[in-house]
């Protein structure tokens, strides 16, 4: 079964510094991989997908991800936060086979921005 | 507003009680999911409709759980005597249908339903 791990429930960062949100996943499968944010009484907005083009995918707000297989991780980073980037991030893996429409979530990490 | 709605967003109950949530997805969306967010953790998949059909329930749902969607649009979770265990905040999400086989469609999430068991 697939499966995400996300090392770190809580990440504090200043402002304009390197944000790095670390994921690593379990798949039987190649794995399609996700990004997900929610901020405060929100529900989830998607950041960003991985689905097996190139490795290094971009998604909105200056956020990015790389998936390195070798690691099974695809950690997302933005070079310099910004106080709106304080929210709950989610990694997520999507199902295989019959199961393919169903998103596995890590725990999530919460991303505090010091100003 | 076209996004996925969820009423009500907050919900106080007494443990014992029913209660009824509902979701209307993106209107040419004919796939929804209902997901669980309890404190502290990423969302679990609940259960899945393809149009009408309720093409799969996770171990999560109780027998105290029933999700239906009757003409294949909007959705509704009924939890029977609530527990204090059911606390937690309720999201459903709805997608485009899948052209190609295997191809992914984004989830879209609604703002979901706080539920809170006494």
């Known amino acids: 079964a697939q499966s995400v791990t996300q090392l770190g429930s809580h990440v504090s960062v200043s402002e304009g510094a390197l944000v790095l949100l670390r994921c690593n996943y379990s798949?039987?499968?190649?794995?399609?991989l996700f990004w997900y944010v929610q901020y405060p009484n929100q529900g989830l907005q998607l950041l960003l997908k991985?689905?097996?083009?190139?490795?290094l995918v971009k998604g909105i707000n200056g956020f990015e991800a790389e998936f390195k297989k070798s690691e099974t991780s695809f950690h997302l980073t933005k070079p310099s936060a910004h106080m709106s980037d304080a929210a709950e991030y989610f990694c997520?893996?999507?199902?295989?086979?019959?199961?393919?429409?169903?998103?596995?979530f890590g725990k999530g990490t919460l991303l505090t921005v010091n100003p | 507003d076209t996004g996925v709605s969820q009423d009500p967003r907050h919900k106080i109950t007494k443990r014992g009680q029913n209660v009824t949530f509902r979701c209307d997805p993106i209107?040419?969306?004919?796939?929804l999911y209902w997901y669980r967010q309890t404190l502290g953790q990423g969302p679990e998949f609940l259960t899945y409709?393809?149009?009408?059909?309720?093409?799969?329930k996770s171990r999560l749902l109780s027998d105290r759980f029933s999700a239906e969607r009757p003409k294949g649009s909007f959705s509704t979770l009924e939890i029977q005597r609530t527990e204090q265990g059911d606390s937690a905040m309720y999201l459903c999400?709805?997608?485009?249908?899948?052209?190609?086989?295997?191809?992914?469609?984004?989830?879209?999430f609604g703002p979901g339903t706080r539920l809170t068991v006494l």
């Open positions: 999400a709805s997608s485009s249908p899948s052209g190609l086989a295997g191809a992914y469609n984004e989830q879209f």
């Open positions: 997520a893996v999507r199902g295989s086979g019959g199961s393919n429409y169903k998103l596995t």
């Open positions: 409709f393809q149009n009408e059909a309720q093409l799969e």
């Open positions: 798949s039987s499968v190649p794995p399609y």
């Open positions: 991985y689905t097996s083009a190139a490795t």
């Open positions: 209107s040419e969306h004919n796939r």
